[in-house]
Structures are given as C-alpha cells and as structure tokens.
Nanobody
Framework: QVQLVESGGGLVQPGGSLRLSCAASGSIRAYTMGWYRQAPGTQRDLVAAITSGGTTNYADSVKGRFTISRDNAKNTVYLQMNDLKPEDTAVYYC???????????WGQGTQVTVSS
C-alpha cells in the first residue's frame, strides 16, 4: 500500500501562484505521476503528468502557466501554478500510475481556490 499526501493548496487571488506537493510513502522512480483536478459537479480531469523519464504533458488550459516536476530521491512530485485564474478552482489530486500489476494510487486531494 502506498500513500500519497498532497499539500500546498489554499486561497489565492487571480494572477497569484501556488506550489502543490505530493509526497509518496513508496518509491515513485519507475512511475508516471500525475496531477488531476475536480471542480464541483464535474469529472476529474488530468492537469499534468510526468513520466519516469521526465517527459511532461499538460492540459491545454494550463499550458504555459503550470509546471510539473519530480524529485525521485524525495519521492515527491510538485505542481507549480502561476497566473492562477478563477477557473482553476478545484480539488487537486495526485496519482501514481499503475505499472506491471501494481495498482494506481490516489491522494486525498488539496483544495485550491482562486478568488478575489
């Protein structure tokens, strides 16, 4: 069993920045890691992902504003969010993808609210 713990969420004004962290209790080295978000009444959508080799991909809505990174030594993934907009308001979740029979794992989520 692997636990993922997100942190860094909060209330920020439009145009502001936040940095989310996702700390895993097990190794992330071989796994694709992702950040997802879910606003009330909507489905959970991919925000950004990073492969074990460091390749990244982003949702079109966050390209140029968000950056995903990883520190395998710390078993931690980050999401730097700049120029935040009200539409970025959601609960943000971290996921470690499945691999070779190992199941996927999700964190409990952290709330991000962008409002003036």
């Amino acid at each position: 069993q692997v636990q993922l713990v997100e942190s860094g969420g909060g209330l920020v004004q439009p145009g502001g920045s936040l940095r989310l962290s996702c700390a895993a209790s097990g190794s992330i080295r071989a796994y694709t890691m992702g950040w997802y978000r879910q606003a009330p009444g909507t489905q959970r959508d991919l925000v950004a992902a990073i492969t074990s080799g460091g390749t990244t991909n982003y949702a079109d809505s966050v390209k140029g504003r968000f950056t995903i990174s990883r520190d395998n030594a710390k078993n931690t993934v980050y999401l730097q969010m700049n120029d935040l907009k009200p539409e970025d308001t959601a609960v943000y979740y971290c996921k470690r993808s499945r691999l070779f029979g190992s199941p996927e794992y999700w964190g409990q989520g952290t709330q991000v609210t962008v409002s003036s």
